[in-house]
């Protein structure tokens, strides 16, 4: 195309006999010789470059001739039309009767602005999708600096007490599943390592061995227990274990719904009730913090945490 062309005219012809394009391209120049004048004359505005290629595609079908011409216009719009207008005229090419209607003038620079506008756009929206507004900027490292001041890692919740005499490993079954159900909680230790435990038989100073929710011990990752009723066993249920998914908490620590880590987004817009607290055995990534803080929850545990562009200020991170 003419890099001065304006604008493009269509148009459809039909000739009553076989023709070949050398002969419609004849009957263009031929039939419109003169007659609009020197200053529309066809060949002299082609050698202006006033007016460019003359396209014919034409074909025969039983006889009959189809075909398209488009005529590429450098010539401002009223001369434009009139020029097309002139097309009509043409009745006959080579010894054939033919008709040609002119389908559309195109406006070249329109289409131009229009993939400039639509290419603007995608430029616009990747620009401000990557962009830090200047009034962010200050509640971002904010934020982000409140987040490394509340990243915890799982304590002790509570302890056991193995029977006086016995460690934890010469216990049997049935022994740590009855010391289980008798935790106390942390709190009431001395020091971490022993207590004060009253007994059937009396009051003993007796060993103690932490059950927490991430430590290795042999007796705690072996042994079936009840159901969760911390947050530190919805932690090694999930986390611990390398389970792979997600449970969602209500307040009371109740499980609302649980799933595939791979379906938190999912899986938090679709709760009948709004979580408390998600526990995830995976990172926390954007989308689950935008959806966290969409649904209000408060608190989402996961493995590690994300590269955020914006983080909500209302979403508690803890990571194990």
Do not use: W
């Amino acid at each position: 195309m003419d890099e001065t062309a304006k604008y493009l005219i269509h148009a459809d012809i039909t000739a009553a006999g076989v023709v070949e394009r050398s002969d419609v391209v004849g009957a263009v120049f031929g039939q419109t010789e003169g007659l609009l004048g020197n200053e529309l004359d066809l060949r002299d505005l082609q050698d202006s470059k006033k007016v460019g290629r003359i396209d014919v595609d034409i074909g025969s079908e039983e006889g009959t001739s189809y075909g398209q011409i488009t005529v590429e216009s450098g010539l401002d719009k009223v001369e434009t039309a009139i020029l097309a207008a002139a097309l009509e005229t043409i009745e006959q090419v080579g010894p054939c009767t033919a008709e040609i209607v002119v389908t559309d003038i195109e406006d070249i620079r329109s289409a131009k602005r229009r993939e400039v506008v639509e290419r603007a756009t995608e430029l616009l929206a990747t620009f401000e999708a990557q962009s830090v507004r200047t009034e962010d900027i200050v509640e971002t490292v904010r934020e982000r600096a409140r987040v490394e001041d509340i990243t915890e890692y799982e304590t002790v919740d509570y302890v056991a007490v193995a029977p006086r005499g016995n460690s934890v490993e010469d216990l049997s079954r049935e022994a740590v599943l009855t010391a289980l159900r008798e935790k106390i909680p942390y709190e009431q230790l001395d020091d971490g390592r022993t207590a004060a435990v009253a007994g059937a038989e009396g009051e003993a100073t007796a060993e103690v061995e932490t059950v927490a929710a991430a430590e290795e011990g042999a007796a705690a990752t072996t042994v079936e227990t009840d159901a969760p009723t911390t947050l530190s066993d919805h932690i090694d249920a999930v986390i611990g274990a390398g389970s792979g998914e997600v449970r969602l908490l209500d307040a009371e620590l109740g499980v609302i719904t649980e799933g595939s880590a791979a379906e938190t987004v999912s899986l938090v817009e679709a709760a009948d009730r709004v979580p408390e607290t998600i526990v995830l055995d995976d990172a926390c990534s954007q989308k689950v913090l935008d959806v966290a803080a969409q649904r209000g929850v408060d608190i989402v545990v996961a493995t590690g945490e994300g590269e955020y562009v914006k983080q909500p200020t209302s979403v508690r991170i803890r990571t194990v």
